[in-house]
């Protein structure tokens, strides 16, 4: 990312600019904002234009990188493709994750350990080293710097996926798979702090693989068609769609013994509790178990404390039916499953949802093996790679 200070002040301003749904307010804040929008452009331009020219050099490593990233702020899923690609690879493959560890209060290299804590290596590198132990997750700013050192270890993984490093150029990757949102149409996008863009939608080139993701599951084969024109994607370059599922619930603390079917039949009032940057998928899903919804909202990436926990507690006690239920999202749960003292009189209430990626147009099997044959023909003691 160009201006790496600067980007939660224009994430504020883009939020900030949405309130209410007030297009009219909207409109003027981004006639306010094009000078600023304009100097930005700049920078990404030249920036760009210094890696293309090979002023600044990009490093190529000679094992499998895969990048996942974006180009626009906020969520478009790439916690649960990371996901994806991790189960996909983890049978026949060590695999290791690389982030920088958005929000964490750490610096430098930190590789994580068995009982990782979010505050020190962030949320998304917590969920997926508690979801997949045997993984390798590790976070570092400069990712450069990061794969060097887990190319060191002893034994070294197979291959480093890193997430959301788009924006990283330092770093080539042998595989970039950009995501953009269905729902976010980026050719009616504007760049930073006007739009949602980290960069012109032309930057998708240096992408081979484009997903569409959190795409409608009855979307037409027309509108795929129209769509993949608007992308203008070149002849080498892949395009799939996917979308987000929801699992059962489960229980925020996995050390309790609770009769789930039991507490759903009753249609409970439910609490939901987010802190993610696009949570819409939580309260469609909330409604097929309960009418009766209410909304506990926290910013993007928010490292909760005491007092958010107690409040939750407050708010859950507001409801008219205490035997109702609290809903959160599995990046959350992982964040709040430390403050278990605190929700002891609803710790059996307590709740999240787990999500996962599914292929549109039975295109998975494709996508699986573009991604399989990429890492074997060049892991290290592969003859093509050898070559």
Known sequence: MPCPYITPLLSRIIVSSQINNNLHLQNILKIVLMPLTAVYALIVFLRNKLFDWNILSSQEFNFPVISIGNITVGGTGKTPHVDYLINLLKEDFKVAVLSRGYKRKSKGFILAGENPDPDEIGDEPCLLKLKYPETIVAVDSNRRKGIQKLSEMNPPPDLILLDDAFQHRYVKPGLSILLFDYNRPVKKDMLLPSGRLREPVSSKKRAKIILITKSPQNLKAIEMRIMAQEMQLDKFQHLFYTRVNSGEVISVFPNLKIDLP??????????????????????????????????????????????????????????????????????????????????????????????????????????NDQIISYVRDNKRNSILHKK
């Open 262 to 367: 039991a507490i759903l039949s009753k249609k409970p009032e439910i609490l939901i509790v987010s802190g993610i940057a696009n949570p819409r998928h939580i309260k469609p899903f909330a409604r097929k178990i309960s009418p009766q919804t209410k909304e506990l909202v926290f910013k993007d990436h928010h490292s909760y404390n005491e007092q958010d926990a107690r409040l939750i507690v407050r708010e859950y006690k507001k409801l008219t039916k205490m035997n109702g239920i609290v809903l959160t999202t599995e990046k959350d749960a992982v964040k709040l499953r430390k403050f278990q003292e605190i929700f002891k009189e609803i710790e059996q209430r307590f709740f999240y949802i787990p999500i996962f990626i599914n292929f549109l147009n039975e295109d998975q099997k494709n996508f």
